[in-house]
Nanobody, 132 residues
Framework: QVQLVESGGGSVQAGGSLILSCEVS????????MAWFRQAPGKKLEGVAA???????SYADSVQGRFTISQDNDNNSLDLQMANLKPGDTAMYCC??????????????????????????WGKGTLVTISS
């Protein structure tokens, strides 16, 4: 059984930092592209960052240079380091796994929301709130 369990969300002031973690079980990073998504109230789902098995990463323009995605194969965890946070980063953040999408198709110039229907597994999410 595949499980993705996020942690690390919270409330911080603008300019601050957070590290989100996703504990992954039941799948191999070798077979999936792993990703972080977010969704704010009233806004569409956004692919924030993605990483594939050979370490190729891709980021949404909105977080490029501020967020870093990484995966730890030994501990089966997926992290998202977030720095210089802005109120616009406030959202529910979820980790996800896709067997077919490439990082650039999740969080990059080729990202299309309709493709997110092919995401195989989702976590339940962790809330991030940034105050000004």
């Amino acid at each position: 059984q595949v499980q993705l369990v996020e942690s690390g969300g919270g409330s911080v002031q603008a300019g601050g930092s957070l590290i989100l973690s996703c504990e992954v079980s039941g799948l191999s990073f070798d077979d999936y592209c792993m990703a972080w998504f977010r969704q704010a109230p009233g806004k569409k789902l956004e692919g924030v960052a993605a990483i594939d098995s050979d370490g190729t990463t891709s980021y949404a323009d909105s977080v490029q240079g501020r967020f870093t995605i990484s995966q730890d194969n030994d501990n089966n965890s997926l992290d998202l380091q977030m720095a210089n946070l802005k109120p616009g980063d406030t959202a529910m953040y979820c980790c996800a796994a896709s067997r077919v999408l490439l990082p650039i198709e999740i969080a990059g110039e080729l990202a299309v929301e309709e493709d997110y229907n092919s995401i195989n597994y989702w976590g339940k999410g962790t809330l991030v709130t940034i105050s000004s």
